[in-house]
């Protein structure tokens, strides 16, 4: 599967924007999807996830309740919608996929596709 990401983009904090990973070559219903970002000078962390099927997210403690992760099977596209940004959310912004489906979905080891990565700056 590839994944390619768009969105995000330059946003004041406060606001909000989205990012969507559209998938190519396979279905998401195959997999568990996830985002995952990483912050200048910082490791990659995990931000939200849904599992294969869409009955389960899951999400960073720093995002929960910001953001909201969805996906479109129609459109073969998961969406991650982030709301109330904060200047700390800043960073690139990459979305993946597992074959395995299931939790823990915090793991960057058990994802086996990337998209590239898609910047979004929150100014103060």
């Known amino acids: 599967v590839q994944l390619q990401a768009s969105g995000g983009g330059l946003v004041q904090a406060g606001g909000s924007t989205s990012v969507s990973c559209e998938a190519s070559?396979?279905?998401?219903?195959?997999?568990?999807m996830a985002w995952f970002r990483q912050a200048p000078g910082k490791e990659r962390e995990f931000v939200a996830a849904i599992s294969r099927g869409g009955g389960v997210t899951d999400y960073a403690d720093s995002v929960r309740g910001r953001f909201t992760i969805s996906r479109n099977t129609a459109k073969n596209t998961v969406y991650l919608q982030m709301n109330s940004l904060k200047p700390e959310d800043t960073a690139v912004y990459s979305c993946?996929?597992?074959?395995?489906?299931?939790?823990?979905?915090?793991?960057?080891?058990?994802?086996?596709?990337w998209g590239q990565g898609i910047q979004v700056t929150v100014s103060s």
């Open positions: 070559g396979r279905a998401i219903d195959w997999y568990a």
């Open positions: 993946a996929a597992s074959v395995e489906g299931w939790g823990p979905f915090s793991d960057m080891r058990k994802y086996n596709y």
